[in-house]
Structures are given as structure tokens and as C-alpha cells.
Nanobody
Framework: QVQLVESGGGSVQAGGSLRLSCAAS????????MGWYRQAPGKQRELVAD???????NYADSVKGRFTISRDNAKNTVYLQMNSLKPEDTAVYYC?????????????WGQGTQVTVSS
């Protein structure tokens, strides 16, 4: 089993910055991908950014140029640096990982961390 521990959420004013962290632990042979999703009230959960094992990154168009995803492979930790935050970025942010164990590949989710951006 894999556990994801998220941190870094909070409340900021528009234009401010936050840095989210997510550390994975447990039965991990390798991490195929890690990413961040978010869900705002009344909306479906959506991909914000992810990073693959080879380092390739993907961003939602709405955050491109403002957010940066990175990973520390030695620590099994993914980060999301969020700059120039906007009120529409307000959501619960969920860490996601796809990990390969000894015999199978599985997907896991964190419990979410609230990000609130005020105007």
C-alpha cells in the first residue's frame, strides 16, 4: 500500500504564491508518474499538472506559465510551485501517483489540501 502526504495549502491574495508538496511512501518499486488535480465547488476534478518518470511534464492550459511541477525522485516527492495565483485557482488540490510495485501498477490519491485565493 502507498500513502500520500500533502502539505503547503493555504490562503493567499491574488497574485501571491504557494508551494504544494506531496510525499509518497509505502510499497513502491518505482513511480511512473505524479501529478496534481483540483476540484472547485460544483466542478469536476481536473488535471492541473503531472510529471512522468522520464521528466516530461504536462500542464492545464489555465495554469501554463504560472505553475511549475517538479519531482525529487530520491524523496518520492512531487512539488507544485504556484505563482501569480488567481481567485479561479481556488479549489481542493489532490496529489495523485501511479506507482509500480513488485507485481503490478496502481494509482493512489491524497486526501486533498485546500487552496484559497482571495481578490
Amino acid at each position: 500500500q502507498v500513502q500520500l502526504v500533502e502539505s503547503g495549502g493555504g490562503s493567499v491574495q491574488a497574485g501571491g504564491s504557494l508551494r504544494l508538496s506531496c510525499a509518497a511512501s509505502g510499497s513502491i518499486f518505482s513511480i511512473r508518474a505524479m501529478g496534481w488535480y483540483r476540484q472547485a465547488p460544483g466542478k469536476q476534478r481536473e488535471l492541473v499538472a503531472d510529471i512522468l518518470s522520464g521528466g516530461m511534464t504536462n500542464y492545464a492550459d489555465s495554469v501554463k506559465g504560472r505553475f511549475t511541477i517538479s519531482r525529487d525522485n530520491a524523496k518520492n516527492t512531487v512539488y507544485l510551485q504556484m505563482n501569480s495565483l488567481k481567485p479561479e485557482d481556488t479549489a481542493v488540490y489532490y496529489c495523485n501517483t501511479i506507482v509500480t510495485g513488485i507485481i503490478r501498477t496502481s494509482e493512489y490519491w491524497g486526501q486533498g489540501t485546500q487552496v484559497t485565493v482571495s481578490s
